[in-house]
């Protein structure tokens, strides 16, 4: 369990804050699967998907204007700038805060990394804002 761990502490301990640096519509690796209003919360909908971030490319460093929850269905090598690549492991949570930057590496093993996710965020935002 530590080693499926680990790799996620790493990737969001490399992950800080950083200046914003505009806004984006959205990730060419997500296929949505469905949208609804967060019933009693104005203005916040939920969405899931599934994200392919294939071997070789890259999961720009981003936030989401709410929270993020998701799931590794399919774990890889991943690599962060300046790091040692580590494994991602199927299985691993994800739980990324409203605001807060998170990714920002690149598959680095032989398989897609495949995630799924759920973000209950603000309506009126972009669902991905990227950063430097």
Do not use: C, W
Request: charged share 20%.
């Amino acid at each position: 369990m530590m080693s499926a761990i680990r790799p996620a502490l790493l990737l969001a301990a490399a992950l800080l804050a950083l200046p914003v640096h505009g806004y984006a519509q959205d990730s060419t690796a997500r296929t949505e699967l469905k949208r609804a209003d967060l019933t009693g919360a104005p203005g916040m909908e939920v969405i899931s998907s599934i994200i392919e971030i294939k071997p070789g490319e890259e999961a720009p460093k981003h936030l989401h204007h709410g929270v993020e929850s998701g799931y590794v269905l399919q774990g890889t090598m991943i690599q962060v700038p300046g790091k040692e690549a580590a494994m991602l492991e199927t299985g691993t949570p994800i739980l990324n805060l409203r605001d807060v930057p998170h990714a920002g590496f690149k598959v680095v093993g032989n398989k897609s990394l495949k995630l799924f996710t759920v973000h209950v965020v603000d309506k009126d935002k972009p669902l991905y804002e990227y950063v430097k």
